[in-house]
């Protein structure tokens, strides 16, 4: 049955939508990142405009930026994901639902119930700790793997390939990609050590319910990405963090990562600290937006300039990637690259 809301009900309607926990979260990240951009532009040297709230606006949304037809593209590519993606990934959170079940059941079996109790705040801050270090690694691991194997990198090649940072920028990532993405960060919160998943044995271990971990750990580690400047990651605006960007991974230090230049390709892989690639010697700290251009290098950016191409271009790189490496008479012989491209199969 068609329900009718009356349009006086519409403003406490509306009210309660924006009063709920989840939208109130993207809110206070969108305030957080007007105020980051403040912050910036009070202190930055580079955009040379006098402090005043028209100068903010122009900073903070640049005509040049705006009116690009690499920003129409994010604009439809976000569009089409909205409809497209949940599809796909969806199977892969609930499979990962299942194997942190299943891992729990599976020490029940084999090692008996252990007498409940109540969680105590240490351990539950533990766990949620732990949740946040080990999915932020396995976003590392995976964000390195799909620059360093072909295959991979055909995929990621669609975020890479816009040429002015925005923040829905980050919503540029090939359906097969966000399923990668998302299967290796939550694999990563149930594997410890491949011993076994970590929230289902942290779950065993303390008795309490497996969902109430991995549920409240993954929302922390989301939550801690989207407060820590999120979306200024894609975007033009260089936020550093100082000496802090030994650890924590500054939207600067991101955005030198989307960079066409030699020095900065294949660094800055991690998302939420930057420990990880500090160990891999991938590092590299921020500098002065405007000494580099973004988007891929030589001519590739041309594959990836239409909705349909983003969709289509990295199924036909892939396929290409296999036919070079097909045996025998069956063997496709390379052709002559367009652009530079040092990814290999």
């Given at each position: 049955m068609l329900h009718v809301v009356n349009p006086a009900d519409l403003p406490a309607a509306l009210l309660h939508h924006l009063l709920t926990f989840d939208?109130?979260?993207?809110?206070?990240?969108?305030?957080?990142?007007?105020?980051?951009?403040?912050?910036?532009?009070?202190?930055?040297?580079?955009?040379?405009?006098?402090?005043?709230?028209?100068?903010?606006?122009?900073?903070?949304?640049?005509?040049?930026?705006?009116?690009?037809?690499?920003?129409?593209?994010?604009?439809?590519?976000?569009?089409?994901?909205?409809?497209?993606?949940?599809?796909?990934?969806?199977?892969?959170?609930?499979?990962?639902?299942?194997?942190?079940?299943?891992?729990?059941?599976w020490l029940v079996r084999g090692f008996g119930a252990v007498p409940a109790h109540q969680e105590t705040f240490l351990e539950y801050t533990a766990i949620i700790a732990v949740t946040i270090l080990i999915a932020d690694f396995f976003s590392f691991f995976c964000h390195f793997l799909e620059h360093k194997v072909g295959v991979l990198w055909e995929l990621h090649k669609v975020h890479h390939s816009t040429l002015f940072l925005l923040p829905i920028s980050n919503r540029r990532i090939h359906p097969l990609q966000e399923i990668i993405d998302a299967g290796a960060i939550m694999l990563g919160v149930g594997c410890f050590i491949g011993v076994g998943c970590f929230i289902g044995a942290a779950s065993y271990a303390l008795q309490v319910p497996v969902r109430d971990n991995l549920v409240v750990g993954l929302d922390a580690y989301v939550l801690a990405n989207m407060l820590s400047f999120y979306h200024l990651r894609h975007s033009h605006i260089p936020m550093s963090y100082g000496k802090w960007e030994r650890w924590i991974m500054s939207p600067a230090q991101h955005q030198l990562h989307h960079s066409v230049e030699t020095r900065h390709w294949d660094r800055n892989f991690g998302l939420l600290f930057s420990i990880y690639d500090r160990a891999a010697g991938t590092l590299v700290y921020s500098e002065p937006q405007g000494g580099f251009r973004q988007g891929l290098p030589g001519n590739e950016g041309r594959d990836y300039d239409s909705l349909v191409k983003l969709y289509v271009s990295p199924i036909l790189g892939i396929g290409r990637r296999i036919g070079h490496a097909l045996p025998g008479p069956w063997r496709v012989r390379p052709e002559a690259p367009a652009g530079v491209d040092v990814k290999e199969a």
């Open positions: 939208m109130g979260v993207v809110m206070f990240t969108w305030i957080t990142t007007l105020i980051g951009a403040a912050i910036v532009f009070l202190h930055s040297p580079y955009h040379g405009l006098a402090h005043n709230f028209r100068n903010y606006l122009r900073f903070c949304f640049p005509k040049v930026i705006l009116e690009h037809r690499s920003c129409r593209l994010d604009l439809w590519y976000t569009v089409a994901s909205r409809a497209v993606h949940p599809f796909l990934v969806t199977p892969v959170i609930v499979g990962n639902v299942v194997i942190a079940k299943w891992s729990y059941d």
